[in-house]
């Protein structure tokens, strides 16, 4: 005996990130159509196609559709674009926007029903978003502050002990250069990964406890599982919309600083 | 002797989640008295924040030095 | 300096990017003097520059992040 669970031979086993995000190709033979690629390639099809029957003839007396959008428009003009952009804002808006209902849809997909898989737990997803935008962050600075410039206003931030430079540009281009795609794209993938596992830990503890063994010990812990998928799935919803929040307003961030040197 | 429950996997994870308790309790007390501050005195804006944020850089030093705690062990 | 004259969406702004950048400072740091202090390790054939590294990378991006942000 060398563990505390039912003597049973069919033990609880909870759900491995092999089998939850390593899944088979949609059609057998095709390999790279995976439920992420569909489920991704679906979400751009729906933001575009909403975003269309929203601005593609729009009402000054805004009904209907234009109307949902527009408030999402004014979350994102008024969160993310205006704080770190000023008055360059509204040029922005229209990549801001696209990538927050992007990865707003994506998020989501992983607690509506039947999709259920959020495509950024996949970090090619989040990775390919960062890198389009590190690159971005990098010809905008480039090509407002000047090639040597860029790079001396980034490693050398005024008023500082002259002496101590020699420390502290190694810190401060690794930081801009390498951590901060890194931890844009991760950021995302750690949060809807772990998302994920939990909602399907939780919810595969409720069906294992009360439909595939049900015992009177057991029936208790599986009461407890249903609980917490319930609980979780409104949690994630919050943190789902949060890191979407969060992917926009830190693109913003990185555009705004290098539009401007460092105020 | 016969075992009665077993860890299995990697130690080290345990470890950093233990490491993580203190600087998130630590980063939760910042913010939360520093927004109180900031509300009961917003002309103390500036010297508020300048304390926050070196709180803030102390306490999340602590968190990133449990992340690296196995490492430094390994090599030990 | 003078925290009069600034508007607040400015002093907003200025608060996310410092919370924002902090944790990638730190951890640049400590890569940056935690990878010198395990090549020295390697060279020298020690244990005890890596955990100094780590140490003191963090402690110089604490100083910078501190010295940075709170203008």
Redesign the interface.
Known sequence: ????TAPAPPQFQAPTPDELFNLPPIIPGVEWFTKPVLLAVLSAILVIGVTWAAFGNPKVVPRGVQNVVEYGYMFVRDQVA???LGKDADRWMGLLLSLFFLVLVWNLSGVIPLAQFPVASHIAFPAVLAISIYVLKIYLGVKHQGGIGYFKNMMF?P??PKF?YV??A???F??NM???PF?HAVRLFANMFAGHMLLAFFSMVGFWFLFEQLTPLGAPVGIIGVVMTIIFTAFEMFIQFLQAFLFA??AA?YIG?ALHPD? | MSVLAEVSGNVTAIGYGLAAIGPGIGVGIIFGQGVQAIARQPEAYGLIRQNMLLGFVLTEALALLGLVAPFIFAGI | MSAQERRPEEDGRDFADAMWSIPSYLLAGMAVYGGIGWLLDRWLDMSAFFPIGIVLGLVLAGYLAYRKFSR
Request: net charge neutral.
């Open positions: 005996m060398s563990a505390l205006r704080p770190f931030p008023g500082l101590i420390l502290l190694p810190i401060e690794l930081s390498i951590i901060a931890t307003m830190l961030m600083g105020h």
